[in-house]
């Protein structure tokens, strides 16, 4: 939600099911979140960069979580390809975005540690990279950054992996 105070128009690219959660699923609907089934992920990834190269969604600033989802700090998953696939395929710049929220709000709790949450903007990456090269970037980037906000909360992200 921090994410917001920054972008006047965000709109997530999320799973289909959280159009269904109470609150958050209407707030999604009408801010023109893009909703795609990770369960046909070629059609999801096809329908998404249509719907946004096509006008069919509203202007604004897509944000996807290039994991597919939150990952508990110091877990190391894989960056899905559908980030890199709308890079190449949008030709638009990229701003990434590292944090350190998930050191002081834990995902799947409901208890919340102390401590300042930062989201922080990075340099952008232009739209001239090939979708290999983006995405080795993206991650070092992101990865990097992010670890050293965790450190800053008392998180050694190193240390856990």
Known sequence: MMIFTALPTAKFIMKKEI???????????????????????????DKMVRDVRDGRQEAGQLIIYTQGTRVPPGVKAPYKVGTGVLYEQLQQTCVPVATNVGVLWP??????????????????????????????????????????????????????S
């Not at 090939?130 to 991650?139: G, H, I, K, Q």
């Open 107 to 160: 995902k799947g709790g409901i208890m919340r540690k102390p401590g300042a949450a930062v989201i922080e903007f990075l340099d952008p990456i232009d739209p001239n990279l090939s979708r290999a090269d983006f995405m080795a970037e993206l991650e070092q980037v992101v990865e990097t950054k992010s670890n050293a906000l965790m450190r800053e909360v008392g998180f050694d992200a190193d240390a856990t």
């Open 19 to 45: 159009l269904w959660t109470p609150v958050i699923g209407q707030y999604a609907k009408l801010l023109g979140c893009v909703a795609v089934d990770r369960g046909k992920r070629g059609q999801a990834i």
